[in-house]
């Protein structure tokens, strides 16, 4: 049985199986709705449901309450329809266009970063080219149906290879096969690229670029992409991690402050080790944002980080003026 959707304000249609969730089922013919954590824990695929009927499916009230979806909300990466629908769904335009293409890619290169984080160089087959934004994310797609997202941490107008920054999760099924058993030469599929995680460039606002740990990759791709485009608005970093040695790209970092004179660089430290004498800031890295810009309101924010990051950040930044529609965000569950 399949069912036929309709969005309303674009008169855009796709259909759903059964027991296909709305959102999956309009990513799987090209359709891009807003989403992040597929999770419903994080309330970005939440729309209107203007006739037809949906098994809402599991969620977080935090990003649904009962009230809401009395006036007819659901979430969309939760909710399967169980008749045709007409919706009002988040559509994002510049997404839209692109295709999401299952490929296959060698790993190339595999280098520690830190303890805990590598660095995968995939090469895809000759003449094949993977088309992105920078900000997005694949699924490495693995046996069993299972598959593990991660942020591209390259900018699509560079012909590098691409890149991944996976971080080592202990007893994890993926990570810890990278760890021990990955070897450079071997194929992975991948499917993608996913996500609404990438640089608005239909204005010029200065931009805030908050990443936690690993969220440093999708981060380092849109910073990238703004430096080889030219851009001239302010940029600045906030990379808040433990201590010193999570800071695995710092060098980077550094230089991109010497080199673009519109970028700035703040490293947060939570808990900062004796050893790492570290002079700089300490904390949490939304506090140190709310520190530096009391009055957010002509700002956009873009951050990649572990829900209670997001979280602590959403609230943060709501208080010091930021209108909700300009702040962007990729709140993921380290892939294991
Ligand atoms: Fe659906 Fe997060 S709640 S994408």
């Not at 660089?265 to 530096?292: I, K, N, Q």
């Not at 003026?321 to 962007?328: A, K």
Request: aromatic fraction near 10%; glycine fraction near 8%.
């Amino acid at each position: 049985m399949t069912f036929k959707i309709r969005i309303q304000s674009s008169g855009r249609e796709f259909t759903a199986k059964e027991n296909e969730s709305v959102l999956a089922a309009a990513l799987r013919q090209g359709v891009m709705l807003a989403y992040s954590c597929r999770n419903g824990a994080c309330g970005t695929c939440k729309g209107k449901v203007l006739s037809g009927r949906v098994d809402y499916g599991t969620y977080e009230t935090k990003a649904m309450s009962e009230a809401e979806r009395e006036q007819g909300h659901a979430l969309f990466c939760q909710a399967k329809p169980l008749s045709d629908l007409v919706i009002e769904a988040k559509e994002i335009a510049a997404a839209r266009d692109i295709p999401i293409r299952i490929m296959p890619a060698r790993v190339v290169k595999m280098e520690k970063l830190a303890d805990d984080v590598m660095r995968l160089s995939l090469k895809l087959a000759e003449g094949q080219r993977l088309q992105y934004l920078a900000g997005q994310y694949i699924d490495i797609l693995l046996s069993g149906n299972q598959r593990r997202s991660f942020s591209l941490s390259t900018s699509p107008l560079s012909d590098e290879l691409l890149q991944l920054h996976i971080r080592h999760v202990p007893g994890g099924f993926f990570t810890g096969h990278v760890f021990t058993k990955m070897q450079e030469k071997d194929l992975l599929r991948f499917q993608g690229p996913f996500g609404m995680f990438f640089l608005r460039e239909d204005n010029d606002r200065p931009a805030i670029l908050i990443a936690g740990g690993t969220g440093f990759a999708p981060i380092k791709s849109i910073l990238e992409y703004a430096f080889a485009k030219g851009a001239t608005r302010p940029l600045h970093l906030y990379w808040g991690v433990r201590a010193r040695r999570d800071l695995y790209l710092h060098d980077l970092s550094q230089a991109w402050a010497r080199e673009h004179g519109n970028f700035r660089f703040t490293p947060v430290l939570s808990e900062p080790r004796p050893e790492d004498r570290w002079d700089g800031r300490r904390g949490w890295v939304h506090e140190a944002v709310a520190a530096d810009y009391p009055d957010l309101s002509g700002y956009e924010v873009y951050a990649s980080g572990p829900p209670p990051m997001i979280e602590a950040l959403k609230a943060v930044v709501k208080k010091h003026g930021l209108p909700e529609d300009r702040l962007y965000y990729d709140s993921f569950e380290f892939a294991h």
